[in-house]
């Protein structure tokens, strides 16, 4: 009991300092015209984040998301204000690597099989990260539920990967180490052909160390021991992976599920296992949501449960679109606009509460978190 009380407070420890890392990226907040080059880490339907020498830029432009992808170099000439480039012309040089051809294949294939923009949105958001797809109202509506991080390649759709390769591996070569590895090499070409961000990345690893134990051993998984390997590996893959929005909510959400997780239980358990899943994210990210968005959605843990069932039957319908059965994409169109509709009905400003009231609140949520979680036999996954 000690020991697994150690274990706690290093993992609450760590959870704090991926809060404090979370500080905002300082750029000059001069204003200049000027000329600037770099790479798209970023492109969405409004424009795209463009790196450069100097720092990190916003390039506001819609033309952008029909023409390139992350990883595309671009040439501005514009007049920047802060961190936004307000472009007066612009010069695209798409990336020749095997990785943004296949994307950009794939981009074109749903232009050709899934007229409807939504579906056609969602479905390369979903499969591929391809953001720049998703129309400008419909994030708006994501944004507005609480549910914008449905829409981030994450740990929740590698991991729906991890699941489906491994089950499939499983029936053809049997529990193995062979379908063990397949699975993993699976894994490993999602996370880079959906764009290897650092969410992805992360989930990634952890995916692949847990189909990689059930192959080897079997039997329980320790998760605070992959979640600290995984960040490890990031941390030598790209030291200064800490810095970005994405993977602090990334390790700071798979990190709160572990310390903070429990299963309810009982017959109701496929509906309040995912409700409780993101009332513990939200409440552990509260500081690092504020900060980041200003403030956060109280209806975004109910929104999250409500939409997880079509977001799996869009990327069932997409993955089956993708392997030539074209037809079913008719199906999408109804089901990404029904989801649509129902997320509508949970869109509500953002709280934003004042230092003095957050924080106090805070703790007493993690002290009544850290409460359930006991009684649900937390202690058992540090065995």
Not at 189 to 208: C, H, K, N, P, Q
Not at 327 to 333: C, D, G, K, M, Y
Not at 345 to 372: K, N, T
Request: aromatic share 10%.
């Amino acid at each position: 009991m000690e020991l697994s009380n150690r274990v706690v407070a290093a993992a609450f420890v760590m959870l704090l300092i991926l809060f404090l890392t979370g500080r905002p990226q300082t750029v000059n907040n001069g204003c200049a015209h000027g000329v600037w080059r770099g790479k798209l880490t970023t492109v969405t339907a409004k424009g795209g984040m463009l790196s450069t020498q100097t720092g990190n830029y916003w390039v506001s432009d819609s033309v952008l998301a029909g023409e390139v992808l992350r990883g595309d170099s671009l040439l501005v000439l514009g007049y920047r204000s802060g961190m936004f480039i307000t472009p007066f012309g612009i010069r695209s040089k798409l990336s020749g690597s095997f990785v943004s051809r296949i994307r950009r294949s794939y981009r074109d294939r749903l232009f050709n099989t899934i007229p409807d923009s939504v579906a056609r949105g969602l479905t390369g958001g979903l499969l591929m990260g391809l953001r720049g797809l998703i129309p400008a109202g419909t994030a708006s509506v994501f944004k507005h539920s609480g549910t914008s991080h449905l829409l981030a390649l994450s740990g929740l759709h590698t991991g729906i990967v991890a699941l489906v390769l491994l089950y499939l591996t499983r029936l053809v070569f049997g529990k193995g180490l062979l379908s063990g590895w397949v699975a993993v090499t699976g894994i490993i070409a999602f996370t880079v052909l959906s764009g290897g961000r650092a969410s992805t990345v992360r989930a990634g690893i952890m995916a692949s160390s847990v189909v990689l134990w059930l192959s080897y051993r079997g039997g329980g998984v320790h998760m605070l021991t992959l979640w600290w390997t995984a960040l490890v590996l990031s941390l030598i893959v790209s030291p200064g992976i800490l810095s970005d929005r994405g993977a602090q909510m990334s390790y700071g959400a798979v990190l709160s599920l572990i310390v903070f997780g429990g299963n309810p239980g009982g017959k109701f358990s496929v509906i309040l296992a995912p409700l409780y899943a993101g009332i513990t994210v939200t409440v552990c990210l509260v500081p690092l949501i504020t900060a980041v968005y200003g403030g956060f959605s109280w209806t975004g843990p109910v929104a999250t449960a409500v939409s997880l069932p079509f977001m799996l039957t869009v990327m069932a319908l997409g993955l089956l679109n993708s392997a030539g059965f074209a037809p079913v994409s008719v199906l999408l169109n109804p089901v990404t606009h029904l989801w649509m509709q129902t997320l509508e009905l949970f869109q509500c400003a953002p709280v934003s509460l004042s230092p003095g009231i957050m924080y106090p609140a805070w703790v007493f949520l993690l002290v009544c978190l850290r409460i359930f979680s006991r009684w649900n036999r937390f202690d058992r996954r540090f065995r």
